[in-house]
């Protein structure tokens, strides 16, 4: 398991960071969530899985603990002893594709913990709104939802051709995965 | 939405995988040994599962073998209230039914006596009950990070210092304060009983929370550069059960959230027992918090702090 593990680590660790930021967009509970996830794959026996494999494990458990560590975070809201970090990456972004970047972070962040899943597993890992659906345990008719209100709050982050968004929800074959 | 958007995606992944590189990385021996732990603990838990069935097994052919029909030891609960995989609190943990005297076998604490930590469990709602009073909220499970007494230090109370009792109910550490926490996928729930050094002691600060809950309809509080919650609070009047109680509904506000919350506090005794019901919401999709919610939720509690044995 030890083996494997740091495999996975050191092939896949920083895309899974990378992944993990998308969904919670602070770069330390990134890290937390990445740990999180290779813990709960591994605390299974995984036998004979190749990275790629144990990789689509970790995925489904960073994105299963970040719901439910989004749960748990609204839970303290209550409770004035709240700590909310606001770090994120540090790296400089001066030019016009940074800025836009920082746009997309900024509107992420908007997004309430389910449709910002939906989002990242729909655009990033451009799935079928089915295939979403089984991700996290929802009715297509849920996501769907959840996608268009999402879309109402990124606006014209996602329309850079000026057409209605809902006329470019397509999957695109041969598309970023 | 477009390709462009999901490019965007993969480059502000690509941007913190990169940050990433640059620190120290995931611990990998210490991600390992909480796997290795992990693993330990399910498969003696599997284990001591298939030990139990194999049990029942035998005695249910022990049973056959012996010409006789024998129920076989009781099993997992079957009347659907069973965990999936989450601490259910239930009626056996101690708390009493509100609708019936006390259940946990404790001899009654005399009439006037101080209650004592000892008494503190019994005192506790069932959050099943909660969730039957209070529409919308869904079956609750014991949260097991229940917050303490008081604010941190570095919190800012808004508009001022004077509105701190609204959060803490007593203006310094009680003798004694348990908390209790339930949480569902809509919201949560927290008593906190706080105990006194005698009524007298109970009454004044009740009185006081009183005061500070009318004078205080919106307040809030913040760790400065962090976060915090905005409260606006409607006080719906003292209650009409035997005991003391003040119910109060509104809103808090926070991290995009608005949520509703529905508070009652009561006297009984030395103790002051606070219940807040809280359900999530958005901004533009809010659950509005009633009077009724209130009403009831000081129902409970009057059934259940009232019992001639407590009250």
């Given at each position: 398991m030890d083996e494997r593990l740091a495999v996975l680590v050191a092939e896949r660790g920083p895309a899974l960071v990378g992944y993990a930021y998308l969904l919670c967009g602070r770069l330390a509970e990134a890290e937390d969530l990445v740990q999180e996830g290779l813990v709960r794959t591994f605390a299974r026996r995984r036998s004979g899985l190749e990275v790629a494999a144990l990789e689509a494990y970790v995925r489904q458990a960073i994105l299963t603990a970040y719901l439910d560590a989004y749960r748990k975070r609204r839970r303290w809201l209550?409770?004035?002893h709240l700590a909310r970090p606001v770090d994120g990456p540090s790296v400089a972004a001066p030019d016009a594709v940074a800025v836009r970047r920082t746009d997309v972070r900024d509107a992420l962040a908007t997004l309430p913990a389910r449709e910002r899943a939906c989002v990242v597993l729909r655009y990033?890992?451009?799935?079928?709104t089915r295939d979403v659906a089984d991700r996290l345990g929802l009715s297509e008719g849920a996501v769907k939802r959840y996608l268009s209100n999402a879309r109402a709050r990124l606006g014209p982050l996602l329309d850079e051709d000026g057409?209605?968004?809902?006329?470019?929800?397509v999957a695109l074959e041969g598309g970023p995965r | 939405m477009t390709q462009r958007f999901g490019l965007d995606l993969r480059e502000l992944a690509d941007e913190a995988a990169q940050v990433h590189t640059?620190?120290?990385?995931?611990p990998v021996a210490r991600i390992g040994a909480r796997a290795r732990r992990a693993r330990r603990r399910h498969e003696a838990a599997v284990l001591a599962g298939a030990g139990a069935l194999v049990a029942a097994v035998a005695l249910g052919g022990a049973a056959l073998l012996g010409g006789r029909t024998t129920t076989p030891p009781a099993g997992p609960?079957?009347?659907?209230?069973?965990p999936t995989g989450s601490t259910t609190a239930t009626a056996t943990d101690g708390a009493p039914s509100p609708?019936?005297?006390?259940?946990?076998g404790a001899p009654p604490v005399p009439d006037g006596a101080p209650l004592g930590p000892s008494d503190v469990a019994g005192l506790m709602l069932d959050p099943a009950d909660v969730s039957g009073a209070i529409a919308g909220l869904g079956e609750l499970t014991v949260f097991d990070e229940a917050p303490g007494w008081g604010l941190d230090p570095d919190v800012q109370v808004r508009p001022?210092?004077?509105?701190?009792r609204a959060f803490t109910v007593v203006e310094e550490a009680p003798a004694h304060v348990e908390t209790s926490m339930w949480t569902s996928d809509v919201g949560h729930v927290t008593q906190q009983v706080l105990l006194l050094d005698d009524a007298a002691a109970a009454a004044a600060e009740m009185d006081a929370l009183r005061a500070t809950l009318r004078a205080c309809p919106e307040f809030g509080a913040s760790t400065p550069g962090i976060g915090g919650a905005s409260y606006v609070m409607d006080?719906?009047?003292?209650?009409?059960?035997p005991l003391p109680s003040i119910r109060a509904a509104g809103t808090e506000s926070g991290e995009g959230l608005v949520n509703s919350v529905v508070q009652v506090d009561v006297l009984v005794r030395n103790a002051l027992v606070r219940v807040q019901v809280l359900r999530y919401g958005a901004p533009d999709d809010p659950v509005p918090a009633t009077a009724e919610d209130a009403a009831a939720l000081d129902g409970l509690l009057q059934a259940l702090l009232a019992r001639p044995d407590v009250g």
């Open positions: 209550a409770v004035a990033l890992e451009d799935l079928s057409r209605p968004a809902d006329h470019v929800d | 640059t620190g120290a990385g995931l609960p079957s009347d659907g209230a069973a609708t019936g005297g006390p259940d946990d001022s210092d004077a509105c701190r006080v719906l009047g003292d209650g009409a059960g």
